[in-house]
């Protein structure tokens, strides 16, 4: 299958100023995504996944100190757009997101149905009863009951609010949706629901994803390629066939190691030491101090090496 | 293309019809026992009020020395009284007291009295004020509330809305421009709002009334009263100005504040964020998912305010000689009319209660997640 280019992102910078000083959650990421696939973006918790995914979408909270770089979507910059025309054209309209807490992500006293079908008639001028209808529809694709429209977010159990959350970003059928740990909040059984609706609408829709996840167990399910994410950058990029099997930098492979496994003898590991701080990041590379393999060269700043259509940045593969 | 995987409650459904017959009943019998204890309280705070505005028996012994001393000095001017021998003077004395005691109650016990009190007062007999009249020298508290209201409601209830929907506006704004310079001028003067309004009254009459003499001391019109309708109203409107400066001063800098703070919280909710994402209006993501989830706190807010003007502002108004129901009240005070206290504030709680009972459906009506808990 051809593969044309749906995301690229050059160099993107998203850094926040607190009392503390500057936070750099998104510190030159670059990745590129091609249409009907899925990445995953992995990572611990306080990497900048999250930061990723807003950043993407220019959701800035008030204290951004710096926000650079290039997102080019289908061909087009649209970092270079101004917060008008980026809200037309790329929000809900290019890409839409599914966020990691669907309750609090739903408006509380408006009926879901008007909340699903709203993007519509922003994003396709539709009227209000159309809107209405193509929402229903959506609501078949991943599996609310029709009548669900007319309910309140407070009437609907996890699962169910996840689900609208996903009809919610399918409605005015984005070319990419963001996966912002869509399941974390669930219990196992509805997760791996919701991933089988996800993993339908892909195949059904050709709708790409970027999944921002830290659990690498049910990610796998869904992932075409893998992204790490350590302190702010990316780290190791990769087809997920290949990576789950043999993840190459240092990072990539404690994560892995730390999954628990059904069968084996391995004991899950863990990775000693804190992640670094955004404040104050390591000279060189940012996982040198954790890491088991470093040596000399890991003070500056490694390079990302390109190989067999991988990238890694770590100076063994140097 | 298939359902993915059918929804576990979908027989809840056939759950919602059976709730929805008994939900009238559910909704009859919430208002009876809601309306049952607000009269309960209705009546508890009637009854602390008769017994402070009395306190406690106390007027009673005032009114009983005021009475002595008016039939003493009514008789010592009569030359038939004086011919009377010491001991027959008493004894008129006594009885012309008890006569004039007996003719205001004050022969039978305070309690019993109390009560009958509380039960004119909560049918809304108001009675007969003991000292104060109305400008047309009517006795009767009802009149003298009623002549009093207009003033009140003119210059606070116009006043007040304006104010609060201003301050909402303004609010709302700054909570979009937080740490703007405007937002961080109105944070510094927030503490300006916690001096009371006649404070600012005072000095309001200093600069405007006495230094520049561009402005009226006091009053609500000129005197001799203009008698044609454009002048009367623009004698008016330049009374009202420095009052309405006060009560501005008073609340408009501590209230945006406030409310732009309260703001600024639910803007930070993630449905607020999930709203801009979408592609949202800001004035769309203001509209439904700022203003809407806050409305219930809004609409308290309205109500306690407006129905706050009914107790007005005593001490401002005394400050500014404008005859409305808050110098009604600070006179009440002063010379003991119990009646027109108690009637004022009958009047006061009877509002309250009604406010918070209709709040409660206005609540389930603009807050789906209060329907469900009633």
Redo the contacts between chains.
Sequence with gaps: MAETELLRIEDLMLHFRTSQGAVQAVDGVNFELATNRAVVVLGESGCGKSSLAKAI?R?LP?NVSRYSGKVFLDGKEVMALNDEKF??D????GI??V?Q?AM???????RVGDQVS??AM??LGMKKKEALGLASKMF??????V??LDR?A?EL?GG?RQRVAIA?ALVTSPRLILLDEPTSALDVLTQA?IF??LK?IKQ?LGISYILITHDIATSSELADDVAVMYAGQIVEVCDAERFFQAPQHPYSRKLMASVPRLRGEQEPEFITGQPPSLLALPQGCRFAPRCPLRFDRCRQDPPVIKKDGRLVKCWKYA | ?A????????NA?VQVKKKNSSAVWRIVRYALIRLLTLFITVVAGVFLTVMIANMGGYVDRIRMGDIQESVAMGLRGNPAYNALSAEERQKRLDAEIAIQAEAQGLNRPFMVRTFEFMQNAMTLNLGRALKMTSDSGSRQVQAIILERLPPTLLLFGSSNLLLFFAELFVALYLSRR??SWLDKVFVTLAPVSTAPAWFFGIFLILIFAASLRILPFDGMVDAPVPNNLWDYSLSLLRHMVLPVMAVALNSIFLNIYSWRTFFLIYSS???V?????????SQ?VER??VL??T?PTIITSLALMLIGIWTGYPILETVFNWPGLGRAFYQAIQFFDTPVIVGQTVIFAYLLAITVFLLDFVYAL????VR?SQ
Excluded at chain 2, 3 to 10: K, L
Excluded at chain 2, 273 to 281: D, I, N, S, V
């Design positions: 979408l959701l008030r809200r037309k790329v929000r809900w309209v839409s997101m966020p807490a609090n992500s739903l408006n509380p006293v408006m709203e993007p922003i994003h078949q694709h991943v599996g609310v009951p009548d669900f309140y407070f159990s169910m919610m629901n089988n609706v339908q059904n | 293309m359902a993915v995987a059918q929804a576990p409650d979908m459904n937080y740490g909710e993630d449905y964020e999930m709203a801009k994402a979408k592609g949202l209006t769309d439904n998912y809407r989830p409305l603009v807050d789906p997640r469900v």
